[in-house]
């Protein structure tokens, strides 16, 4: 018996039916599986949690939604995905495998080249058209932003008006339970579908983005005054494209009316180019998930994890209230904007001379926005080991001082502190004959950081001119011209041009 031909989509990272080539094509032909593998193995990894999960079982549901309002059906299957395509392959005469291009952790990288080598074998074309201004096989960035402009300025793909899809029975999704995975974990307030994307995104630009550049610095008004919308980017429910070109077009409407509402959408729009800018790094350089991007500095940290230290750390009981608060607030909820995350990577690598791998997958559950690309470049930029970045150690107490002078944030996150005079908040342990119920400082701030510049900074001086430091700015380096900065004493922490909870 003759069997059905089929192309196959395969749905990752990309869970909508806007801007999205896959199901453009798909439309234009008949006898198409829109298919979606859920990977058991890859939810056994270290570095997801109950709360993505949760966010994406919604995520799914909503896309299932949207696709039977253009006529197809969402078929969801269990295991890894090669078993799958073999079962799909024994069944149906696959014609085409259609997927985007992912850059995402190192299992998916592994299972892609399982995936390569499953359709050579049987002659099937695998098509993976690019998404998010990310691009393969990339040998510098020479001429990366000028391309990456270019795929922005594309029109956004509509949605396809009908698709011709097969139906057959879903697998059941595996219960959290079975994963293993902490159930415990508060799940995030954000709603995982389209609609609260655009939501997030239209009040943002209409209104909570006027003053942005100055408000999202600080974890009290950050919450209101940033887009929100990173956990959608990560999880392909509005695209890059979708929200540059609105906010480009919200940011002219604004020039002659509100110039400084103006300016805060260009500062933004910029970080949607770093947002690709840092996960180009990723697809260029894999291994930046486990190895230090330069090697000189692998060794540096290697599995100094303290237990007991860590779990301070993890668990927002280190007795430096600002550390604490942030790290409290990110557990609760799944989300902290850049500044705090970066403050909170200082302090685990520096100031405790924690692991990054360790301290990395830790925050990696706790962001409901993780992305490898991102994170993993944050991580080794904020631990000093790339040979190529400024060293930044950010002082928990001035941070605390800057960004939340009157302790509104650390009395709410840190209720042990609630009565702390303001002069102390910042500082609990000058107090003399109070009995606090809060950890005392898990190490002298001061005499940490001096130790880490110590360590950081003579490395570094050592390999500055070195071929591999050469090598890795030609392959990773931005192409901008800047402005030359002035020269800053190296514990004061520089400006970042990305916000990783955008």
């Known amino acids: 018996m003759n069997r059905k031909i089929v192309d196959i989509v395969w749905f990752k990272r990309d869970l909508s039916v806007y801007d999205n080539i896959l199901l453009l094509q798909a439309s234009r032909s008949k006898g198409v599986l829109l298919l979606y593998i859920f990977e058991p193995d890859l939810w056994l990894q270290p570095d997801l ?7 994406l079982t919604d995520a799914l549901s909503d896309l299932k939604k949207e696709l039977i309002e253009v006529g197809g059906q969402l078929i969801i299957k269990v295991g890894s995905a090669v078993e799958v395509l073999n079962e799909l392959s024994a069944r149906y005469d696959i014609r085409r495998l259609w997927s985007h291009q992912e850059t995402w952790n190192l299992w998916t990288y592994k299972r892609d080249k399982q995936v390569s080598l499953w359709t050579k074998s049987r002659g099937i074309e695998w098509i993976q058209p690019p998404r998010n201004g990310v691009i393969r096989n990339l040998e510098n960035r020479d001429g990366w932003s000028s391309q990456w402009q270019t795929l922005m300025n594309k029109k956004v793909i509509c949605r396809p008006d009908h698709i011709d899809s097969f139906y057959m029975i879903s697998d059941v999704i595996p219960s959290a339970r079975s994963l293993k995975l902490d159930e415990t974990q508060l799940p995030s307030t954000q709603k995982a579908s389209r609609a609260h994307a655009i939501d997030s995104l239209q009040s943002f630009l209409d209104m909570r983005g006027s003053n942005y550049m100055f408000e999202m610095s600080s974890p009290i008004t950050a919450e209101q005054a ?41 500062s933004f729009a910029s970080r949607l180019r770093w947002h690709c800018h840092f996960i180009q790094k990723l ?46 607030y990110l557990n609760a909820t799944g989300w902290l904007n850049f500044r705090m995350r970066a403050m909170l990577v200082s302090f685990a690598s520096y100031h405790l001379w924690l692991d990054w791998r360790v301290t990395a997958k830790h925050l990696a559950r706790q962001f409901l926005d993780y992305e490898p690309g991102i994170h993993y470049n944050q991580i080794q930029m904020q631990s000093g080991t790339t040979g190529m970045n400024s060293i930044r150690i950010y002082n928990p107490v001035k941070q605390g001082v800057d960004q939340d002078p009157n302790g509104k944030f650390i009395r709410k996150w840190v209720p042990e502190l609630k009565d702390i005079p303001n002069q102390f908040i910042h500082q609990p342990w000058l107090l003399e004959d109070v009995n606090l119920n809060y950890p005392k400082p898990i190490v002298d701030e001061k005499l940490a950081r001096t130790a880490a510049q110590e360590k950081i900074y003579s490395l570094k001086e050592q390999i500055k001119n070195s071929a591999e430091t050469k090598s890795l700015v030609q392959k990773h380096a931005s192409r901008l011209n800047r402005k030359p900065r002035r020269k800053l004493k190296p514990s004061t922490p520089v400006k970042k041009q990305l916000s990783l909870g955008l």
């Not at 409407?253 to 260009?266: A, G, H, Q, R, V």
């Open 49 to 55: 949690s109950f709360r993505q999960y949760q966010f």
């Open 226 to 266: 940033c887009s929100r919308i990173s956990p959608y980017l990560a999880f392909g429910q509005i695209s890059v494209r979708e929200v540059y070109q609105a906010t480009e077009k919200r940011r002219k409407e604004l020039i002659t009316s509100d110039n400084n509402y103006s300016k805060s959408l260009k």
């Open 283 to 328: 697809e260029n350089q894999p291994s930046i998930e486990t190895n230090t991007l330069h090697s000189a500095f692998e060794n540096l940290r290697m599995n100094n994890c303290d237990h007991k230290t860590f779990t301070a750390w993890a668990t927002g009981t280190t007795g430096y209230p600002m550390i604490d608060a942030c790290m409290r």
